[in-house]
């Protein structure tokens, strides 16, 4: 489905829509004089109706027009970090922007031989706020038309142009603004900045900000070792450098940065809060995480209400209505732990993240531990072990020290990626102990099989477990037959057919089987009188009468069998 709209987009005249988008704006601005206002809402809305129309898309799809370009930035252009690659990269963003129907000056030289920048002409505020957006007013020279330069067209923000009056909008090349905006405009930090000015401290800072928007970080990065300190910004997922920055200009940015989230800074806690940042005119608020150790930090601010990368949902994961309804409860716990083990590759981590995205819903305040972070989720806070692994050596940060700093912050849930050693399983109980819900992953093949992992070679006591153990999920992936094919079996559920969409083998996709436990509060680990039980005979038969899987693969299991998938 998702396929055949790309296709369609891919066959798409780029200019067409574009007409479309500037014919809308045109229009409204050449009636309009400067003291009338424009709806720009209803611009945006009509060009969004039209674009949908145009791609003939369902409504419920609330894709926008920046994940639909993005989507075929990917495709066309063959760029990984989308958007955020793209416009770094100069030839390629001259060539999309020209496609898109717009004029392109790769130089300040070039583009003064068509228009006059005119932005000697704005008030002070005006002009600070085409500093920070990257925009520049400009007139034709022959026609005296007004006409808008900006570096990124697609997000063009309509409720930031209307402050401007214009006819036209034409798109500025990396050269124009290293001429108008300086040679510093790539973040590069000087060795010798005067980290007390703070005209100085508000440029970096301001600049630092504006860059990450305007590249679409959805967070920004700074860490600071015994050596030097890093800046870095996740675009798409991906780790994008941008430079390091002398130490004490790190510092300074960071307690500019915990006042602005009215905090105090402290050189042994961890800190979390909330920014608000003014981006043109909007509000921007990110979500300040500050781990402060001995010597060394790591400060990450988070965008709040980006898109997230992934959705899980616990819905969607073909579990049996009983699973789901033992899961829901399990997710109701105030504190306690639950542990969801299998082998890898056997959808742990999918399900993990569908019980944290239900609580995040809920408004908990969700922190993940996690070594490293593999799908970036913007509602909650996450912290990348492997981020720190460049660090000095004197700066050991594992499982067991993250969870310490997190427990000095005022998170209810927590996720630590996995518990293998004794260490690390000591933070798990400690953590339960003082009021946390604590998720966790083990290898292990059976809910019983965990609990004598916890005793034996994670040395845990026995009434640790007993007290805080809350829940085990054990799951493992089992091939699911083909929608398009299966046929009934005549016992209750279905058997393997065979078609084109599965190769001819009657199978596609996995489905999960998954022995679930709840235990009552005060009986964690008595598989004899549990809350809810899940086995994974009741889970297979569960799957095959649902007709995702055959009886060979459920008794197979049921039995102990391994089952084979190729
Ligand atoms: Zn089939």
Redesign the pocket.
């Known amino acids: 489905m998702l396929k055949d709209v790309f296709d369609k987009y891919k066959k798409m005249d780029f200019s067409k829509i574009l007409k479309l988008k500037k014919e809308t704006k045109k229009s409204s601005v050449f009636k309009s004089d400067e003291k009338q206002k424009i709806d720009f809402k209803d611009i945006i809305q009509k060009q969004k109706n039209n674009i949908v129309k145009f791609i003939n898309k369902k409504e419920e799809d609330d894709k926008t027009l920046t994940i639909l370009i993005e989507d075929m930035i990917k495709e066309k252009y063959s760029l990984t970090g989308g958007y955020g690659d793209l416009i770094a990269n100069e030839t390629k963003y001259a060539e999309f922007v020209r496609s898109l129907g717009y004029e392109y000056y790769p130089s300040y030289s070039e583009l003064s031989q068509v228009y006059q920048d005119t932005s000697f002409q704005l008030t002070e505020e005006k002009l600070e706020f085409c500093t920070t957006m990257y925009i520049i007013t400009l007139e034709d020279k022959k026609t005296k038309n007004k006409v808008l330069g900006v570096r990124d067209v697609v997000n063009l923000d309509f409720e930031v142009l209307s402050k401007f009056y214009f006819t036209k909008i034409v798109v500025l090349g990396e050269g124009v603004l290293s001429s108008v905006f300086g040679e510093d405009r790539e973040i590069v930090f000087g060795s010798n900045n005067d980290t007390d000015n703070d005209e100085e401290i508000n440029k970096y800072f301001d600049k630092m900000m504006g860059q990450a928007i305007l590249l679409g970080a959805s967070d920004i990065h700074i860490q600071k070792t015994n050596r030097f300190a890093s800046l870095w910004f996740r675009i798409d997922g991906i780790k994008v450098d941008m430079g390091t920055m002398p130490i004490a200009l790190a510092k300074t940015l960071k307690r500019r940065l915990v006042t602005m989230a009215d905090q105090e800074d402290s050189d042994y806690e961890s800190i979390n809060g909330v920014i608000n940042y003014e981006y043109g005119k909007k509000n921007i608020k990110f979500r300040l995480g500050l781990i402060n150790s001995k010597l060394n930090f790591s400060l990450v601010m988070r965008m709040i209400g980006g898109r997230g990368v992934v959705a899980h949902n616990l819905r969607g994961l073909n579990y049996p209505a009983e699973t789901v309804d033992i899961l829901d409860n399990l997710t109701k716990y105030a504190n306690g732990m639950i542990l969801i083990t299998g082998q890898v590759g056997s959808g742990k981590t999918h399900l993990m993240y569908a019980l944290l995205q239900q609580l995040a819903k809920q408004q908990q305040y969700v922190v993940t531990i996690e070594d490293p972070v593999e799908y970036v989720d913007e509602s909650f806070f996450q912290i990348d072990l492997s981020e720190y692994a460049s660090a000095s050596e004197e700066f050991k940060y594992g499982y067991p020290e993250a969870v310490v700093d997190i427990l000095r912050q005022d998170s209810n849930i927590i996720l630590i990626g996995e518990t293998r050693e004794p260490e690390t399983a000591s933070q798990l109980v400690n953590a339960s102990n003082l009021g946390q819900l604590v998720f966790s992953t083990m290898h292990t093949n059976s809910a019983p099989a965990t609990v004598s992992r916890m005793t034996s070679s994670l040395g845990i006591n026995e009434g640790d477990i007993v007290d805080n153990l809350r829940g085990i999920v054990s799951q493992r992936l089992v091939r699911k037959l ?1 929608e ?2 299966k046929e009934p079996d005549g016992e209750g559920g279905n058997k393997k ?3 084109e ?2 190769s001819h083998t ?1 199978f ?1 996709d996995r489905v999960p089987i998954a022995e679930v436990v709840r235990f009552k509060i005060g009986y964690g680990g008595d598989f004899e009188n549990p809350a809810q039980y899940m086995t994974v005979e009741k889970a297979c038969k569960a799957q095959y009468h649902e007709g995702l899987i055959t009886k060979e693969d459920a008794d197979a299991i049921i039995k102990g069998e391994e089952v084979w998938y190729d």
């Open positions: 083909c398009f094919c057919v065979g078609c969409e599965c009657g596609k």
